[in-house]
Nanobody, 123 residues
C-alpha cells in the first residue's frame, strides 16, 4: 500500500510559477511509475504528466508541454511537478498518482491517488 500526499498548491498570477510536491509513504516509489492529473470544477479529470520508475520516460499533455516539468527523487520518495508560465486555464485540483508502469498512469487507472492540492491562476 502507498499513501500519496500533494502539497505546493496556491494562488498565483498568470505567468507565474509553482512547484507541486507528492510525498509517498508505505512503500518506496522506486517500483512505481508516477504521474499528475488535474480536475477543474465541472470538468473531467485530465492527464497532465507521467514519469517512469527509472525516469527514462516522461509524458506530458499537449496543453502543458514546454511549461511543466515532472521529476522524481526516489531516495526521498518524492515526485515533483514544476509549473512555469501558468495560465488561468491551469486552475484545477492537482492529484498525484502511482501505478506499475507509465502506460497505466497515463490512462488514469493508477492504483494509488493523493488527496489533491488546489492551484488557482488569476489573470
Amino acid at each position: 500500500q502507498v499513501q500519496l500526499v500533494e502539497s505546493g498548491g496556491g494562488l498565483v498570477q498568470a505567468g507565474g510559477s509553482l512547484r507541486l510536491t507528492c510525498a509517498a509513504s508505505g512503500r518506496t516509489i522506486r517500483s512505481y511509475a508516477m504521474g499528475w492529473f488535474r480536475q477543474a470544477p465541472g470538468k473531467e479529470r485530465d492527464f497532465v504528466s507521467a514519469i517512469s520508475w527509472s525516469a527514462y520516460s516522461t509524458q506530458y499533455a499537449d496543453s502543458v508541454k514546454g511549461r511543466f516539468t515532472i521529476s522524481r527523487d526516489n531516495a526521498k520518495n518524492t515526485v515533483y511537478l514544476q509549473m512555469n508560465s501558468l495560465k488561468p486555464e491551469d486552475t484545477a485540483v492537482y492529484y498525484c498518482a502511482a501505478a506499475d508502469n507509465i502506460r497505466v498512469v497515463t490512462t488514469g487507472l493508477s492504483t494509488y491517488w493523493g488527496q489533491g492540492t488546489q492551484v488557482t491562476v488569476s489573470s
